[in-house]
């Protein structure tokens, strides 16, 4: 009616990806002591109990903590990346429909769920990023992150964050409001556990069975990315992980399955 | 000077759900030209919602075409919203945002500059009576003003064409009123509205044509006014009167069948909405004719010969309705 629109399609699709990742950010920056909060209160006591109250009671080893660390980083990161998209898209799709005014807007319906994907790369990233002084302030001494495989860092921070938001998406578009507690004990509870978080994947080896069902665990790649990238080398030994191409791969191939397959069920919940 | 396309052109649309047995939408034409209010009626499931959906991109056709200012739904998604707004039946507003955020956001989506959105918000906001509220939180908003909000938020990004699914379902009387007044006035401005209701007064106060759908189907399209000509007799007389005995009513009825041009004489029971008196003596007929204006005489001076007093007497036109019961032989609701 009045002034003159813009005719590319692509440029639309581009702006309104752009105005829609803007709004997001803009409610997280509204929430964030919330979301500090909520990403930092669970890693602060697991690294509080397991890396400087056993230690010093002689329950574990002092260098406990320099294991455990980046399997918090991991963990901590994924969650953050899931919780960030799961539950709103569950109540978005269920009933809330609040994401309407998105889907509405000029771009392609796969590109919504994308957006969503890297807010919550993003959310997980910096969820992930925070642990580092929160660490370094609980742990003190027992501190021990070494300093030479920073851009490895960087990129398994990346990695683990958009494999984490992947899997947040599939699990957003195939759960129901009404299973909401259901997920959380049949699907994050799993995940908390099997991936090799709380041990070193090479430490499982006399255990056989269960080292194997790590490995069906994208966290598992995760965790011991991070330990290839954190943890400094123990008398004079540079500690054993999973393979880095194998942890590359897997983080890969789980962020383009869970895209694929999850923008799918996305498309199919939004359009008829 | 080409020939505008219509802003609405939808041609032999069919949809079927998946796992569904019948067809939600049944082969379904009609178009709609730019400038128009475009009125689809029907009862609940008759497939106005589907249509919608079809022509704001979130259902796939089965088969069949539709197309918005040219563009075709199925090919150009990016351009129909681009061109396209709506205004859903529950209120899918952004609870995460504030108010204003709500409008500014959505015409960021839609690529409008800052400033001209900032102004356009306030603009809005003013305009539909939301300008002291503009920080809060929809949490606090009542049905009407969501409703009104987005209304506001379905003009920022300037669309050609707007769809309002059963606008006013659950409004109160001043909220309808109100945005009655507002659909007419963007109406006037050059906007093209197509929407939805089961309310019959609603679709006769607003649009120009009307489409009546039942099951799926269209059955008829056309202004209200000829669609009120599609009943029999066109238009009826309706006669209370007090009769000086019980028995009085037949001959009246009697007298009322043989009077010239009546092709039919309903006896209303005293329980219908139309005679609600139920004092002894008192009845209520309906005359019907091609011009019962003319029969207002003759019908008068028929009860005076039996004895009888007029009560009331007037000439009764037809509703949507009558239409809808003429044409399915059900109620909407």
């Given at each position: 009616?009045?002034s003159?629109?813009?005719t590319?399609r ?12 803007r ?24 690294l509080l ?5 056993l ?28 919780q ?13 429909r ?11 319906v ?25 660490a370094?302030?609980v ?45 959380f004990?049949?699907?994050l ?12 994947w090479?430490a ?20 011991e990315?991070l ?7 123990m008398h ?6 999973l393979p880095?191409p ?6 890969a191939?789980?962020?383009v399955?869970c ?14 | ?15 079927r ?10 082969g ?25 959906g ?10 069949g ?15 129909i ?8 039946q529950q ?24 400033r001209e959105?900032?102004?356009?918000a306030?603009?809005l ?30 003009l ?12 006013t ?32 007064s ?7 044509r ?14 209200s006014a000829?669609?009120?000509k ?9 006669l209370?009167?007090s ?12 007298t ?9 004489v ?6 219908a ?35 009888a ?17 003429y ?7």
């Open positions: 009616m009045t003159a629109r813009p590319n692509l440029w639309l699709a581009a702006n309104a990806f752009g105005a829609t990742l709004r997001d950010l803009a409610v997280t920056r509204r929430e964030l002591p919330q979301f500090l909060v909520q990403a930092l209160i669970q890693p602060m006591f697991f109990i397991f890396c400087k109250i230690p010093s009671i002689g329950l574990a080893s002092g260098n406990f903590a320099a294991l455990m660390l980046p399997g918090i980083v991991g963990l901590t990161e994924l969650m953050a990346a899931i960030g998209i799961t539950l709103p898209l569950v109540l978005d799709l269920g009933f809330a609040e994401i309407d005014d998105r889907l509405l807007a000029p771009m392609p796969w590109l919504v769920a994308a957006e969503k994907v890297l807010f919550g790369a993003l959310r997980g990233m910096v969820a992930g990023a925070v642990i580092f002084p929160a370094w302030w742990l003190g001494s027992h501190y021990a992150v070494r300093g030479d495989r920073i851009g490895v860092l960087i990129g398994m921070i990346v990695l683990a964050g958009f494999a984490g938001a992947g899997i947040g998406l599939v699990i957003g578009t195939v759960v129901k409001p009404e299973q909401i507690s259901l997920m004990a049949l699907i509870t799993p995940l908390l556990f099997t991936g090799c978080t709380y041990y070193p090479s499982l080896s006399s255990i056989r069975w269960f080292q194997v069902v790590t490995l069906f665990n994208p966290l598992t790649y995760a965790a990315g330990r290839y990238a954190m943890v400094p080398p004079g030994h540079t500690m054993a992980t880095m194998w942890v590359l791969a897997a983080l191939v789980t962020l399955l895209f694929g397959f999850g923008a799918r069920t996305f498309r199919s919940r939004v359009v008829s | 000077m080409p020939t505008l396309p219509p802003a609405i052109e939808v041609r032999d649309l069919v949809k759900y998946a796992k569904a047995n019948v067809n939600a939408v049944d379904v034409t009609f178009s709609v030209g730019a400038g128009e209010i475009f009125g689809l009626l029907g009862p609940n499931g008759a497939g106005k919602t589907t249509t919608i079809v022509l704001t991109t979130s259902v796939l056709p089965t088969s075409a539709a197309a918005i200012m040219g563009l075709d739904v199925a090919e150009d998604p990016i351009g919203k681009q061109r396209i707004a709506v205004v859903p209120s899918n507003l952004d609870r995460s945002l504030r108010v204003r955020e709500i409008l500014t956001f959505h015409a960021a989506y839609h690529g409008v500059p800052r959105r900032e102004q356009r306030d603009a906001l003013d305009e539909l009576g939301l300008g002291d509220r503009k920080n809060d939180r929809v949490a606090r908003y009542s049905g009407g003003m969501a409703q009104r909000l987005m209304v506001a938020r379905a920022m990004h300037t669309p050609d064409v707007l769809f309002l699914d059963e606008p379902n659950n409004l109160d009387p001043q909220s309808r009123l109100f945005l009655w007044d507002r659909i007419r006035a963007l109406n006037a401005q050059g906007l093209t509205i197509l929407l939805t209701t089961h309310d019959m609603e679709a006769d106060q607003l649009c120009g009307i489409a009546i759908m039942d099951k799926g189907r269209i059955l008829v399209n056309d202004t000829e669609l009120k599609l009943i029999p007799g066109g238009n009826a007389l309706e209370r009167v009769l000086p005995a019980p028995d009085a009513g037949a001959r009246m009825l009697e009322l069948r043989g009077l010239a041009g009546v092709s039919k309903d006896e209303l029971d005293a329980g909405p139309s005679a609600p008196d139920e004092e002894m003596g008192v009845a209520t007929y309906r005359l019907y004719a091609e011009r019962a204006p003319a029969l207002v005489g003759p019908a008068t001076q028929a009860a005076l010969l039996a004895g007093q007029v009560r009331d007497l007037h000439v009764k036109q037809p509703s949507l309705e009558d239409v809808f019961i044409l399915t032989g059900r109620h909407l609701r």
